[in-house]
């Protein structure tokens, strides 16, 4: 069995006086990919925000290839790391958003090789020939020069995957990568995922879409009111459910 | 079409609706309105090309006169150093407005809050008699012993204090404009660039400012056209700037109207060129916002003259 890549702890998240997160583990193995699922509001983006840090966490940790993010230990403390630091951790972690969040004033090139170029020093015709292949691998090598808003958002969602490859990041998380999408704009971006999945990319991903989970999935994690209530093989979780509150869920979206 | 379909009465003369012929509104009242304003424009022009009361032939002695090119290059460098420093110091001010440290956002506040404060003519005629106050600037350990001192008014000088002045001024103006561009920018693209790795001062200066200008541009050229006219109060500072030298040659000559309109026409031709300057800034930074980014006034131009001639 290969080795844990992240390693959720433990982990609490509140809001003020609201407990987001109360109590979660989760573990990765490298080259699998986790589905989570749950009703809206259930702590899902939150979870994943924390894995790279854009949320503190009140209690717990998270570790990712066993290196803990956003502190530094020594003896029994927690030391909160740097900015700085924290920024570089972030390049190991891969993040797609819902609402794709490309750079508008940049073409796709420019997205793709910014963050290689500023966070990992890589030179720019290195990072631009790495682009260009990521490209390649999403279906838009012909999209170079074009801006993000003159693409599809099918196609700027796959522009996105690609910037977040362009780090070559330990593992990848996905907050909702298709649900800003039209429905005939799903499959291509899903198709992108899944072909990372088979090339063994290390990966999360939040999603209501049931069949990628089952076809996709090594683990399926369902969270409700910001506890992990069942996770398991996708047969098990989606076709027989131990849980009353898994088997609500799944009859309303399936 | 067929002739057993049935047709309606008032289209039955016409077999294809392509020849259907569209008779636009005619507009009388605009046009009458028009002709009027066309007279009046042509009298006020006439009036203001004959009338002896411009003598149009001081205006000519005096417009390109060296004392009067020296003032105007004077106008420029005031403004062009006041915009650079002033909205530099202002971006500054405005990031520590926004910042997380409740010690920078209040100093940042503060400054905003004094220097929209004063008129600008009050705090000019200040630093003017910084001397009174201050009579040299040390270098030196605060509170501690001084290393090096000047006297503030040779290092400074009275162009110096005047740059001072308006720089001071404009960064609060500047601070509040660059802090609304950069709320303008949606949040998700700080993140994105946060969960990129990007280093925190390439995220401002890369990913948030470019697109913050989009919202500064606009208030920033009405600031600077501002500043451009504005420069006209350093006169209580007797400094050769355009309207300084125009009132020292009309309190020699008399001459008042016509050295008044030398300096409105340079003042007009100036404004004109940074307004087509920002025309161009604000097509610049509008990169990547539209889908097909409209013509520019040439590139319109030039089609409307090859659609026409072909
Ligand atoms: N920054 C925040 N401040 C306050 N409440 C928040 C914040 N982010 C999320 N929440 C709340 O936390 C809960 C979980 O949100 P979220 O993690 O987005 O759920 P999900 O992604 O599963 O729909 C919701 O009730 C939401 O309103
Ligand atoms: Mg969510």
């Known amino acids: 069995m290969s080795a844990v890549m992240v390693d959720v702890h433990g982990v609490h998240k509140s809001f003020g006086a609201l407990e987001v997160l109360r109590g979660v583990d989760l573990e990765v193995r490298a080259g699998e990919v986790t589905v989570i699922l749950g009703p809206s509001g259930s702590g899902k983006s939150t979870l994943l925000r924390t894995i790279n840090h854009l949320e503190k966490v009140n209690a717990g940790w998270i570790s990712i290839d066993g290196e803990l993010v956003g502190y530094r230990r020594s003896g029994d403390k927690l030391h909160e790391l740097k900015e700085k630091d924290v920024l570089k951790q972030r390049t190991n972690i891969g993040f797609v958003f819902q609402n794709f969040n490309l750079f508008p004033h940049l073409t796709v090139l420019e997205n793709l090789v910014e963050a290689p170029v500023s966070a990992l020093r890589r030179p720019r015709n290195e990072a631009e020939d790495t682009a260009r292949r990521l490209l390649e691998r999403v279906g838009l090598a012909d999209k170079a020069a074009a801006y993000p808003r003159q693409l599809s958002g099918g196609q700027q969602q796959r522009v996105a995957i690609a910037r977040a490859l362009a780090l070559e990041p330990k593992v990848l998380l996905f907050d909702e990568p298709t649900s800003a999408l039209d429905p005939e704009l799903v499959g291509e971006v899903l198709d992108v995922i899944k072909d990372l999945a088979s090339t063994g990319t290390t990966m999360i991903v939040v999603t209501h879409e049931i069949g990628f989970a089952r076809e996709v999935a090594d683990t399926v994690v369902f969270m409700d009111d910001g506890v992990v209530v069942e996770q398991g093989p996708p047969a098990a979780v989606l076709d027989a459910p131990q849980h009353e509150r898994t088997r609500a869920f799944l009859s309303k979206v399936l | ?310």
Request: hydrophobic letters at 50%; zero cysteines; aromatic letters at 10%.
């Open chain 2, 1 to 310: 079409m067929s002739s057993d379909t049935i047709t309606e009465p008032a289209t039955r003369a016409v077999e294809d609706p392509a020849e259907l012929k569209i008779v636009p509104t005619r507009h009388y009242a605009r046009w009458a309105a028009g002709a009027a304003v066309v007279v009046l424009v042509a009298q006020f022009v006439h009036g203001l090309a004959t009338n002896p009361v411009w003598e149009w032939n001081v205006f000519r002695d005096y417009v390109f006169s060296e004392t009067i090119v020296q003032a105007v290059w004077v106008t420029l460098q005031l403004t062009a150093y006041a915009t650079v420093l002033g909205f530099l110091l202002g971006t500054v001010i405005a990031f520590m407005r926004l910042s997380r440290s409740p010690v920078l956002s209040t100093v940042a506040w503060t400054y905003i809050w004094i220097f929209r404060s004063i008129p600008m003519i009050v705090q000019l005629v200040f630093w003017f008699n910084l001397s009174a106050l201050y009579e040299e600037l040390g270098l030196g350990i605060p509170f501690g012993p001084v290393f090096v001192s000047v006297d503030s008014n040779t290092l400074i000088g009275t162009i110096g204090a005047a740059v001072i002045g308006l720089t001071l001024h404009q960064a609060a103006y500047a601070a509040e404009i660059v802090r609304g561009g950069v709320l303008a920018v949606d949040h998700g693209q700080l993140e994105a660039a946060a969960a990129l790795g990007i280093p925190r001062l390439r995220q401002i200066r890369r990913i948030v400012l470019p697109q913050a200008m989009r919202a500064i541009l606009p208030t920033a050229g009405n600031e600077i056209i501002g500043l451009l006219k504005g420069t006209s109060v350093v006169y209580v500072m007797s400094i050769g700037e355009l309207f300084y030298q125009v009132q020292v040659i009309y309190g020699r000559n008399g001459r008042v109207v016509p050295l008044l309109l030398v300096a409105t026409a340079w003042y007009v031709v100036l404004t004109s060129l940074l307004s087509v300057a920002q025309y161009y800034v604000e097509r610049r930074y509008a990169r990547g916002a539209d889908r097909t980014p409209p013509p520019t006034p040439l590139q319109r131009a030039r089609r409307f003259v090859t659609k026409e001639s072909t």
